[in-house]
T-cell receptor
Framework: ETGVTQTPRHLVMGMTNKKSLKCEQH?????MYWYKQSAKKPLELMFV???????ENNSVPSRFSPECPNSSHLFLHLHTLQPEDSALYLC?????????????FGQGTRLTVV | SQELEQSPQSLIVQEGKNLTINCTSS?????LYWYKQKYGEGLIFLMM?????EEKSHEKITAKLDEKKQQSSLHITASQPSHAGIYLC????????????FGTGTRLTVIP
């Protein structure tokens, strides 16, 4: 138990569906992150929210839309995904400034797009 | 952009054997993190190194950051099946202090 909870753990969705991934942290951190982990690729940073403002958006397609309503919650809204978007999506949180503090990860959501 | 390369990509060892995993950066490291991941699950933080020459230990796992600060090694002594998993090194980017990027990982299998 890392203090970062992701739901759902598994998700299967069609290419025309709309779904959302949820992440919640109980650590009092002020930064939250979305990562994508595909087979045989390094973890890819998708979005970073620091003090509830988006500070990183690494060329992620618009079919992924993040939302951070407060410092404890982070969502990733999904729509019209492609099969290549199937991956493990990991949420993390940390206390900024980043260089001095480690990030804690959730268990991930295994997403399959059919 | 800065890249992290891990070696080996996979490792199979007999229980009780020692092993070392390396992480090499293309640029100077300003914070090096080691994580462990069970297949299909989240990352568990192991330790963080910030100063060249720094060495930290947690149970039977020791990590070092070399003095030139471009390489780190993770050493496991007397490996056990519970050590099996994917080991990932991560580093913070100076250009984006909120950016934590990772190597491709080393998959460790420990045979009882």
């Amino acid at each position: 138990e890392t203090g970062v909870t992701q739901t759902p753990r598994h998700l299967v969705m069609g290419m025309t569906n709309k779904k959302s991934l949820k992440c919640e942290q109980h650590l009092g951190h002020n930064a939250m992150y979305w990562y994508k982990q595909s087979a045989k690729k390094p973890l890819e940073l998708m979005f970073v929210y620091s003090l509830e403002e988006r500070v990183e958006n690494n060329s992620v397609p618009s079919r992924f839309s993040p939302e951070c309503p407060n410092s404890s919650h982070l969502f990733l809204h999904l729509h019209t995904l492609q099969p290549e978007d199937s991956a493990l999506y990991l949420c993390a949180s940390s206390q900024v400034p980043r260089l001095e503090n480690e990030a804690f990860f959730g268990q991930g959501t295994r997403l399959t797009v059919v | 952009s800065q890249e992290l390369e891990q070696s080996p990509q996979s490792l199979i060892v007999q229980e009780g054997k020692n092993l070392t995993i390396n992480c090499t950066s293309s640029k100077t490291l300003y914070g090096l993190y080691w994580y462990k991941q069970k297949y299909g699950e989240g990352l568990i933080f192991l330790m963080m190194l910030q100063k060249g020459g720094e060495e930290k230990s947690h149970e039977k796992i020791t990590a070092k950051l070399d003095e030139k600060k471009q390489q780190s090694s993770l050493h496991i002594t007397a490996s056990q099946p519970s050590h099996a998993g994917i080991y990932l090194c991560g580093a913070a980017s100076l250009t984006g202090a909120n950016n934590l990027f990772f190597g491709t990982g080393t998959r460790l299998t420990v045979i009882p």
